[in-house]
């Protein structure tokens, strides 16, 4: 006895397709009488599936319940549409490509024969579409384009509230897919993510078709955290303690949830990932070839909590899980040197945040310095070793030297938080970033209010503020850039060359970033301009205004106009201009030295620049004569002394 399933919930068109045969008797069958039975299936992937069955005899002539057995209008359709199914069983088995033809040339005729009111046109259309799809999968047929619009003429038949709305719905999803693995194309990302959201929200918990659009969304996890996490918990949902699948499930999911907390901040995403962790550890008994990546991935996401909230319990099971995992990790182990490292910066961690005992610095040292010996030159992993020694060096000399009150504390705090935003770029790694900005509060806790150094103090933290913003774009990071900006650039007691090229750097971070701030960045970088030239006295130092940052920016106000302009402020935009040319005249006027001078030094040079003036004021006088020909010829010899 063959046994058929159509995946339609609704009419069906011809028998379905075979799945599978039951050896039995008709006897045999009858004698189960009303009660259900149950036909098990091979296992699959640690999965046994399983049917209900019950048995009934029922008379063709007879309609009892007037859906169970639909009178077809054409039985040519039923038994071409029965056809076109053996034959893609047969491709599928034999990968002939004649039965796909076969196949396809079937279902297309059944097409031909439903028109667009005919009952049985979407079930046509889904078959067509679904022979086509398997030979492009198997790379037997090419185009894609028209069996996706095969899938879409089906939808639109089956819409919300149709029995195989929910089917359609993944056909056109899945087919979409194919397309973006096979040719790498990401046109109908964004539309299949949206038809699995859809197809998700429609599919109560539980339920097989849930598990498959679950999966399926996890192929565009890098499209939409927050989907693809959402996606794995729905997995995780069908894959049960003990499910052979569930511990790679569990570690992608709290993978992703401690990367996101690491940019969202949120509490209850680091909960959840440690929980995870725990429960693959638990799985990881002694013995197991997992365990140690199993601790090490455990520790990193207790290390992470303990950076946002502080709590010394976490940082101590974090180390003892790091260091039970390097013992698994002998020397000779593949990551015996990410393991030396991970320890290394627990227990540097610990040296700064909890006890500044110099004999856990040095434990962290030696660790980094035994890692690095396992990664010579060119090694791709050495320069994240260097990083982490240089700055538990640098932590090191910091308590042996710079305790509490020792003047030159907040430099060095300064130049540990530069060590630790240049370690960031490399590693992205959220804690580095994160203990950068708590040095530099901690360099301007040091510091009285008006200290000069607080300016470079605001510096640097704006520096760690920008260069997570470059990584992760969260705006509240360029804001606290743009306030330490301003901070450092009005800092009263820094001189003003310095918040000259700060206030430079602001208006290019502010356009670049095309901040709210950009204006006042240009004002204050005007008004430092105009304040320096005020309190330059002597003629050598006018000139280096001029030479210096001044000329750095010698377009600032063109473009600090051309910042008012593009906010509409016509009337900010001229007086910009002006202030700038004011400052520039002023500047120029000052250079000026007095002849007498010139003479006592150059008497040859003020003989020569005294004839230029005469000249230059003579032929003035000629430009406006009267007479043409002298006026033309005034005006050559102006030009020819303005030359010289």
């Not at 189960?32 to 009934?56: C, I, N, Q, W, Y």
Request: net charge negative.
């Amino acid at each position: 006895m063959e046994i058929r399933v159509s995946y339609e919930l609704g009419r069906m068109l011809g028998s379905g397709e075979v799945v599978g045969k039951l050896e039995t008797s008709w006897d045999e069958l009858l004698d189960h009488r009303d009660e259900p039975f149950e036909l098990s299936f091979p296992s699959v992937g640690g999965d046994h599936s399983s049917l209900t069955l019950k048995a009934a005899v029922l008379h063709p002539c007879e309609d009892h319940d007037g859906t169970l057995f639909v009178c077809l209008v054409d039985c040519e359709i039923a038994r071409a549409t029965d056809t076109g199914h053996v034959q893609v069983v047969e491709y599928i088995t034999s990968k002939t490509v004649s039965h796909l033809h076969d196949a396809v040339e079937h279902f297309q005729s059944v097409l031909d024969q439903c028109p667009a009111d005919h009952p049985d046109r979407a079930a046509a259309l889904a078959n067509l579409a679904s022979a086509r799809l398997k030979g492009y999968i198997q790379n037997d047929l090419q185009e894609i384009d028209s069996t996706i619009s095969l899938f879409r003429d089906a939808l639109t038949l089956r819409p919300q509230g149709h029995p195989d709305h929910k089917i359609s719905l993944y056909h056109l999803a899945d087919a979409l897919v194919m397309h973006y693995l096979k040719e790498d194309t990401a046109v109908h990302i964004p539309e299949s993510v949206q038809l699995y959201c859809t197809l998700l929200s429609l599919c109560p918990e539980g339920t097989f078709l849930r598990l498959i659009a679950a999966v399926g969304s996890g192929v565009h996890n890098a499209i939409d955290d927050n989907l693809n996490i959402q996606v794995q918990r729905t997995v995780l949902e069908f894959c049960s303690p003990g499910h052979t699948s569930r511990p790679k499930v569990v570690d992608k999911l709290s993978l992703d949830l401690r990367t996101r907390f690491a940019q969202c901040g949120s509490i209850d995403d680091i909960d959840e990932s440690i929980r995870l962790r725990r429960e693959v550890v638990s799985q990881c008994l002694e013995g197991h070839p997992g365990r140690d990546a199993s601790l090490d991935n455990l520790a990193s996401s207790l290390l992470s909590r303990f950076r946002f909230q502080g709590k010394s319990d976490d940082l101590s099971e974090a180390i003892s899980l790091f260091a039970e995992a390097l013992s698994l990790r002998p020397v000779g182990h593949e990551f015996h040197d990410f393991s030396l490292d991970n320890l290394g910066n627990a227990l540097r961690i610990h040296f700064n945040w909890v006890n500044n005992l110099v004999i856990i610095v040095n434990h962290a040292i030696s660790l980094h310095r035994e890692s690095l010996t396992l990664r010579p030159p060119g090694h791709s992993h050495r320069d994240a070793t260097l990083d982490c020694l240089a700055v538990a060096l640098v932590a090191r000399y910091w308590v042996l030297h710079l305790q509490h009150g020792h003047p030159s504390r907040h430099t060095t705090l300064c130049s540990l938080s530069s060590a630790l935003c240049s370690r960031f770029t490399q590693n992205q790694k959220n804690e580095d970033i994160e203990e950068a900005i708590r040095l530099c509060e901690e360099s301007l806790a040091a510091l009285p209010p008006l200290h000069p150094d607080r300016h470079f103090s605001y510096w640097k933290l704006r520096e760690a503020y920008m260069v997570r913003y470059r990584i992760q774009h969260d705006p509240t990071d360029l804001s606290f850039g743009v306030e330490n900006f301003r901070m450092a650039s009005n800092h009263p007691t820094q001189g003003f060359p310095e918040r000259i090229l700060e206030a430079i750097d602001w208006v290019r971070e502010a356009e670049l970033y095309q901040h709210e701030s950009a204006l006042e960045a240009y004002h204050t970088c005007l008004n430092l301009f105009e304040d320096d030239m005020m309190m330059r006295s002597s003629i050598s130092s006018r000139r280096e205004t001029a030479t210096g940052a001044l000329r750095a920016a010698q377009s600032l106000p063109v473009d600090a106009a051309s910042c008012a302009i593009r906010r509409n402020d016509l009337r900010q935009a001229v007086e910009l201009v002006e202030q700038g040319r004011g400052q520039q005249w002023t500047l120029a006027s000052r250079l000026r030295t007095l002849l007498d001078d010139l003479e006592s030094k150059n008497p040859n040079l003020a003989h020569t620049f005294s004839e230029l003036s005469k000249h230059l004021s003579d032929t003035q006088g000629s430009i406006v004569s009267t007479d043409r020909a002298a006026a033309d010829q005034a005006e050559t010899m102006y030009r020819k002394y303005m030359e010289q």
